[in-house]
């Protein structure tokens, strides 16, 4: 290949990166890198004609946009004690332990839904769709006391004194008026006869079918027989709770289906109805590709007085809530023809000579084509002038455009996806949309938000970690959500793992081959800076505080690999001394297992257990181990091979500033749990369902208690020796076909057949 074709070539490349830049970014049209939304005075429909015609003009914007090479009109999405520790039992006759663990959650106050919860005397367990009321105290008399069945499939509950709060999600169908007949035999059977297809053939659904949120509220003062007190369901799907004193929080998000026309929220109390008037719905006019209603609920539980308020938002996946504010966020994307904008104004046009300019203008005022053709056009404008150059001229073109292109990529990968927050007030049953705001990037989940007195922190992540244009960055927002401070473009080509904001400090973990821990300085909101840095192999998925001055880091150990990757091994937990700020240490740490071994704890805060003066930690564990004589995916890089899934349980440990050691390991699996049959090579494969599987684990006085679907165990805490096992009603089972299912449960069954 000559010269002149290398560089054809090459250039021919490029201009492909391009268009697939181009075509991957969904509709979001910015302003600038990052804005307040100036939200003073929200605005309200005056009809429902008004609400579809502008969720519709929303949609049209970027109808033809793609994200990650598929069609999309939608988008995707002060610290807390340690595990929270309650100081008496909820039992009014003193009776229980002096000394008991709650749910691990983010902010000290603002209690979390959980599938299990602890006052010190009592457990109540959300196993199977049920609740499961034990009396756990003393753990050698341990005890089901009652078990609550309901219609729907209970996911998680609180308890409130002697209310039991409990969250499940149902479905109800919406039969259209205008639903087409169905096709009888006759038209069936001549359907496409003679090359003629019946126009009905297909008819569009004849209805659709929505979400609801079912909140049950149970009298459990006495927990034998508790009794429900009343329920409230709410149109759309569930999102997230959050507990403040004698209130709960709910937020929910009802998809808008302009086909069969807006619905509007409605909400149930016992048989009581209340409606939803589109002079309630609440917005700003800011252009969304995937506008929800979104809900936001408090009940009094002790007066069981409700209240609501409803936002056009788009979809909120990830909230924060402190006791003052709940903070919804979604993700935006930058759209084809901002990208566009970009491409001419920073690219094309200070590339090609003057003469060629009215050229490109010509393209961009085209009202008959879409972005992406208008870039292809204007690609092949600058393609076909390099083309004409000789020598030294195209060589010093084709440099000039290498240039710009590379800056033209860093700038679109680093604002293709903004994070948009919306800050909405709360004080017992006053619900009030603050304002909104916006920031680059996305979040990895709910801790990396904070509030700190008056300013919101956010950490988040730009860019693609393939093609090493990731960045990483911490804003801070004022109360009016105006960025006041930022630490920007951190750790280039890695993402954040984890986020834990303590105080005056942040602390982030990225990772593509080590892992940095940054400590940052919060101290002056306007002017955060990075103190210090610390990289180690593996990485942190979730940092909770172990003192002022140490952080526990629960990750992946990572070995191997190439100059820019590495590959995942064993669970890895770590004690960080951050006491020097800017050198931070790795004092104490140990790895579980091989590659292939999982926590829970990874990815669910709630699943982990920890209690600095008992010095222990408590993980849910699947242990995976390399079998030497059949190792799995064998590969190149000995780092690669993936352990056989060989036990699970909990691991407890001792934890200290010297030392992360095992105190013990507890399992609720035996070999009467596993189901097996011979496959089709003739050999026999066994495997356990997973009932047995523990999830979660807590402690009262010196007594750990473990919980799957299957059982509760009572274990001494020092020696980890087994007191008490309690069986747990299972789900129960149909049978169809030659098959039995699991009744209700989440929408997933699973089958085996029966013998």
Known sequence: MNRKMKKIYWVSCI??????????????????????????????????????????????????????????????????PANMKGAE??????????????????????DEADIVKN?????????????????????????????????????????????????????????????????????IATAGVGGIVAPDYYPRPCGYSKDITNVYVYDISNRNEPELKYNVSIDGNYVDSRMIGDYVYTITTKYINTYYGVDLPVYRINEDLITTQPSDVQYFDEPDQDHVFTSVSALNLKKGDFSREVFLTGYSGIIYVSENNIYLTNTKWVSAKYSLDTFVNEVALPLLPEEKDSEVNE???????????????????????????????????????????????????????????HKISINKDEINYEGAGEVLGTLVNQFSMDEYKDEFRIATTTGDVWNGQSLNHLFVLDKNLDVIGSVEDMAKGERIYSVRFMGERAYIVTFKKVDPLFVIDLSDGSNPRILGELKITGFSDYLHPYDETHIIGVGKEAQGGGENFAWYQGVKISLFDVSDVANPKEVAKIVIGDRGTQSAALYDHKAFLF????????????LAEINESKKQYPGSDPNSIYGEQVWQGAYVLNIDLDE????????????????????????????????SNIRRSLFMDNVLYTISDSHVQAHDLTTVTEISDIKLPKQEQIVYDGYTYAEGGSGVASATMVK
């Not at 009014?92 to 106050?109: F, K, L, M």
Request: proline residues 2%; negative net charge.
């Open 15 to 80: 201009l492909i990166a391009i268009l697939i830049v181009g075509i991957t970014l969904i509709a979001f049209q910015p302003s600038n890198k990052i804005r307040n939304l100036n939200v003073n005075n929200v605005s309200h429909f005056s009809s429902l004609e008004e609400i579809e015609k502008y969720v519709n003009e929303s949609k049209i914007e970027g109808q033809d946009y793609y994200r990650g090479g598929e069609m999309q009109t939608f988008a995707t999405g002060v610290v807390a």
């Open 660 to 691: 992360i050691s095992v105190r013990g390991k507890i399992t609720h699996r035996n070999e009467n749990d596993k189901t097996c049959y011979d496959n089709w090579v003739g050999s026999k494969y066994c495997y356990f369902d997973g009932t």
């Open 611 to 622: 209690d600095k003066e008992k010095n222990l930690l408590v993980l849910p564990i699947d």
């Open 119 to 187: 006052d010190g005397k009592y457990l109540y367990l959300v196993t199977n769709g049920k609740i499961s009321i034990l009396e756990a105290y003393p753990a050698e008399e341990m005890k089901i006391l009652s078990t609550i069945n309901t219609s729907n499939y209970i996911s998680n509950i609180f308890v409130n004194g002697d209310n039991l709060i409990a969250y499940s999600n149902s479905y109800e169908y919406i039969q259209t008026a205008d639903c087409p007949q169905p096709l009888n035999d006759e038209k």
């Open 89 to 110: 039992s909820a039992d009014s006759s003193g009776a229980g332990a002096s000394d008991y663990s709650q749910t691990n959650i983010q902010v000290e106050g603002v």
């Open 363 to 421: 393209i961009m005022a085209s009202k008959y084509f879409p972005s992406w053709q208008k870039r292809e056009a204007i690609s092949n404008l600058i393609y076909s002038y390099s083309s004409s150059l000789e020598d030294n001229d195209k060589s010093e073109f084709d440099k000039n455009f290498e240039k710009l292109i590379e800056d033209y990529q860093i700038k679109i990968n680093r604002e293709s996806q903004k994070t948009e927050i």
